[in-house]
C-alpha cells in the first residue's frame, strides 16, 4: 500500500512510518494540515488510504476529510483522534471516515483495520488471494507456493500484493514506484527492475508469470513464463 500519514506527533509520527516501511509500504507523512493538503492536490489517487490525526497544526483533520468528500474523493480515510465520546465517533462516520482508532491503539490492530478499509473499497470480502500455486495472505503478510511458505522480502511482497491485486492489468514503473516508495525515499526505476527480477525467479514454478510489456511495464497472469512481448529487468 502507499499511504499518506497524516500526524503532528513527531514520536508517534516516526513509529508509525519505520513500521509501515518496515512492513515494506510506501509512506508519505505530512506532519500539518498545509502539508497533507499539498500532498492530496499533488497525488491524491496515488494513496491506497489515508491515516488522519484531528487535531493538526494549521487545521483540522475533519476539514480536511470534508473537502476530500465535498470534491467526490472516495480515498480510504481512517481517523486517529483521542476523543472517546460515542457522538464524536458518529460525527467523524458521517463527515465519510471509513474507520477510526482512539489513542492509545495497538499497532496490530492498526495494521487490520487498514487492511480491512482498504479490502472494502476494493470490493474484498477477504485477505486471502490466490492465483495458480501462489496464495497471499495480506493479513499475515505471507505467500505460499503450492502449501509451502514462500520467502519474500518485504517489498517482493508488496510488489506481488500490487500485481496480483489486477492479473493481467499492466503497470507502469511508475506507478510501482508509487506504490514502493514514498516520495521522500531515494529510489529509481531501475530498483523496480531489480525487485521484479527478484520476485520473478522465486515464483518461477508457481503456474504465474510477471510478463514484461515492453514500453508499458509490467503484469501478472496465470500461464508458463512466456514473454513474447520483451523482457526488461
Not at 510478463?211 to 513474447?228: A, F, I, N, S
Amino acid at each position: 500500500m502507499r499511504l499518506l500519514l497524516v500526524e503532528d506527533n513527531e514520536d508517534l509520527g516516526d513509529a508509525l512510518e519505520r513500521h509501515f516501511r518496515a512492513g515494506g509500504h510506501a509512506v508519505d507523512w505530512a506532519r500539518s494540515a498545509p502539508e497533507a493538503e499539498d500532498y492530496l492536490r499533488a497525488d491524491a489517487q496515488g494513496y491506497d488510504l489515508v491515516i488522519l490525526d484531528i487535531t493538526l497544526p494549521g487545521g483540522d483533520g475533519r476539514d480536511i476529510l470534508q473537502q476530500m468528500r465535498s470534491v467526490e474523493n472516495d480515498l480510504p480515510v481512517l481517523i486517529l483522534t483521542a476523543r472517546s465520546q460515542v457522538t464524536d465517533r458518529v460525527h467523524l462516520l458521517d463527515l465519510g471516515a471509513d474507520d477510526y482508532m482512539t489513542k492509545p491503539f495497538d499497532v496490530a490492530e492498526l495494521d487490520a483495520r487498514c487492511r480491512a478499509v482498504v479490502r472494502r473499497r476494493h470490493g474484498q470480502a477477504q485477505s486471502l488471494v490466490q492465483l495458480g500455486a501462489l496464495e497471499l495472505d495480506a493479513a499475515a503478510s505471507s505467500v505460499t507456493l503450492d502449501g509451502k511458505p514462500l520467502d519474500l522480502r518485504s517489498r517482493e511482497l508488496r510488489l506481488l500484493e500490487v500485481l496480483i491485486s489486477a492479473p493481467g492489468q499492466v503497470f507502469s514503473k511508475g506507478q510501482l514506484m508509487e506504490k514502493l516508495f514514498g516520495l521522500a525515499e531515494d529510489a529509481s526505476e531501475n530498483a523496480i527492475e531489480v525487485y521484479i527480477g527478484r520476485l520473478r525467479r522465486k515464483i518461477q514454478d508457481s503456474g504465474v508469470a510477471i510478463e514484461t510489456v515492453r514500453g508499458l511495464g509490467y503484469r501478472l497472469r496465470e500461464g508458463p513464463e512466456d514473454r513474447p512481448e520483451g523482457r526488461q529487468g
